[in-house]
């Protein structure tokens, strides 16, 4: 179950449904699929990505999206501290950033104009899409952290993050 916290204005949304709503406002997408497929960390990025071939084939298609993969990160993630300092930092991408949470969770945060810097706490089911040009960064925590998520591309070379250096990122940890 997602949640959207607004921590300057204490306010959180948990129906997702406002969610959504406040989300469509900025121009992501936000939608909750089913997730009942249980997988260990021995299940391969192909596995995975065919538990939800059902799912992701026609979202793919309809967007023009070409390529998937599955970005799995835990406790055990060797560098994991270089790594999410690499997602800690204010950036955007040259395509947009879809994310399918098959488990675990992590938060997105935003830095739109117009709009207070919030977050989404997204986990198991939930579906991202954050458009190009967006200013956002990501956690996946910093102790215990724990993120299984299908991610989908046009071309994965627009998902380098072209880093902002604005260092608002660095008020919210």
């Known amino acids: 179950m997602a949640i959207l916290s607004i921590p300057d204005e204490k306010n959180v949304i948990t129906t997702p449904s406002e969610i959504?709503?406040?989300?469509?406002?900025?121009?992501?997408?936000?939608?909750?699929?089913?997730?009942?497929?249980?997988?260990?960390?021995r299940a391969s990025q192909e596995e995975i990505l065919e538990a939800y071939a059902q799912d992701l084939r026609?979202?793919?298609?309809?967007?023009?999206?070409?390529?998937?993969?599955?970005?799995?990160?835990?406790?055990?993630?060797?560098?994991?501290?270089?790594?999410?300092?690499?997602?800690?930092?204010?950036?955007?991408?040259?395509?947009?950033?879809?994310?399918f949470f098959v488990d675990g969770q992590g938060y997105f945060w935003f830095n739109l104009e117009g709009a207070p810097v919030f977050n989404v706490l997204c986990e198991k089911g939930?579906?991202?899409?954050?458009?190009?040009?967006?200013?956002?960064?990501?956690?996946?925590?910093?102790?215990?952290?724990?993120?299984?998520?299908?991610?989908i591309f046009i071309d994965q070379s627009g998902w380098i993050p072209e880093y902002t250096g604005s260092g608002i990122d660095q008020k919210y940890r």
């Not at 970005?71 to 270089?82: F, H, P, Q």
Request: hydrophobic share 45%; glycine share 6%.
């Open 20 to 41: 959504g709503f406040f989300l469509a406002r900025y121009g992501i997408f936000f939608d909750q699929w089913s997730c009942t497929v249980a997988f260990d960390d």
């Open 58 to 99: 026609p979202f793919m298609e309809a967007g023009g999206y070409l390529t998937a993969d599955v970005i799995s990160i835990n406790a055990l993630t060797e560098n994991y501290d270089a790594i999410r300092a690499k997602f800690l930092a204010e950036h955007t991408h040259s395509e947009d950033e879809i994310r």
């Open 126 to 151: 939930d579906l991202i899409s954050v458009p190009s040009g967006t200013k956002h960064w990501f956690d996946a925590g910093a102790t215990n952290p724990f993120v299984k998520a299908i991610r």
